[in-house]
């Protein structure tokens, strides 16, 4: 498959997409000169729902070990406006120039506690395990380091024989957290503007 090809990977677990999330990155490979080639995986289980998009790469690009991919969860809304239009595509670029990977960080939801709402950031600290503070966040510069994120929005490196998989234990950080550890991913920070959304905007 041609080499100029960029997947864009969504594992959909409700049926729906961001509409304005896919244009973004559409437009941001187009103005790369380079071909975005869009892959949907749903079904129950957002685990099996990962690895049946690996699979999904895999067939699509035979013979390959890794590809660089566009990652995003379908309930990520990246807001469609000139300044993440450039920072997609600066940020792409100076990732394919020096084959780094890119997240962005994004609020999760925690739980409620006394009727209020609880959420963190998908940004976290490897040792003590602690999400980063929202000042944290504020002081990272564009393409500073980021010890572990969240996949709800990724680009770089995918290694088409990777088998997503939660360790089950009581501290476990998810699937998508572990795909960075396994890959040993050096990630860097994208500053997009991003909302979360799940039965209400986060």
């Given at each position: 498959?041609?080499?100029?090809?960029?997947?864009?990977?969504?594992?959909?677990?409700?049926?729906?997409?961001?509409?304005?999330?896919?244009?973004?990155?559409?437009?941001?490979?187009?103005?790369?000169?380079?071909?975005?080639?869009?892959?949907?995986?749903?079904?129950?289980?957002?685990?099996?729902?990962?690895?049946?998009?690996?699979?999904s790469?895999?067939?699509?690009?035979?013979?390959?070990?890794?590809?660089?991919?566009?990652?995003?969860?379908?309930?990520?809304?990246?807001?469609?406006?000139?300044?993440?239009?450039?920072?997609?595509?600066?940020?792409?670029?100076?990732?394919?120039?020096?084959?780094?990977?890119?997240?962005?960080?994004?609020?999760?939801?925690?739980?409620?506690?006394?009727?209020?709402?609880?959420?963190?950031?998908?940004?976290?600290?490897?040792?003590?395990l602690?999400?980063?503070?929202?000042?944290?966040?504020?002081?990272?510069?564009?393409?500073?380091?980021?010890?572990?994120?969240?996949?709800?929005?990724?680009?770089?490196e995918?290694?088409?024989?990777?088998?997503?998989?939660?360790?089950?234990?009581?501290?476990?950080?998810?699937?998508?957290?572990?795909?960075?550890?396994?890959?040993?991913?050096?990630?860097?920070?994208?500053p997009?503007?991003?909302?979360?959304?799940?039965?209400?905007?986060?």
């Amino acid at each position: 498959m041609n080499n100029n090809i960029v997947p864009i990977c969504c594992v959909n677990r409700d049926g729906k997409v961001a509409g304005p999330t896919l244009w973004l990155l559409t437009v941001a490979c187009i103005e790369l000169q380079r071909i975005p080639l869009y892959f949907s995986v749903s079904g129950t289980g957002f685990l099996k729902g990962l690895n049946s998009m690996v699979e999904s790469l895999k067939q699509a690009f035979p013979g390959r070990e890794t590809v660089r991919a566009i990652w995003f969860e379908e309930d990520i809304f990246i807001e469609p406006n000139e300044r993440n239009q450039n920072l997609l595509k600066q940020g792409f670029s100076k990732a394919d120039e020096n084959n780094w990977n890119l997240v962005s960080n994004y609020h999760l939801f925690m739980g409620t506690q006394n009727g209020q709402m609880k959420f963190t950031n998908s940004y976290f600290h490897k040792s003590p395990l602690m999400s980063y503070s929202d000042n944290d966040v504020r002081t990272l510069q564009p393409f500073d380091i980021v010890e572990m994120a969240g996949l709800g929005f990724y680009y770089g490196e995918v290694s088409l024989n990777y088998s997503f998989h939660e360790s089950g234990g009581v501290n476990d950080v998810g699937a998508d957290f572990w795909f960075h550890a396994d890959h040993n991913h050096t990630l860097r920070h994208l500053p997009l503007s991003i909302q979360h959304w799940k039965p209400v905007v986060f």
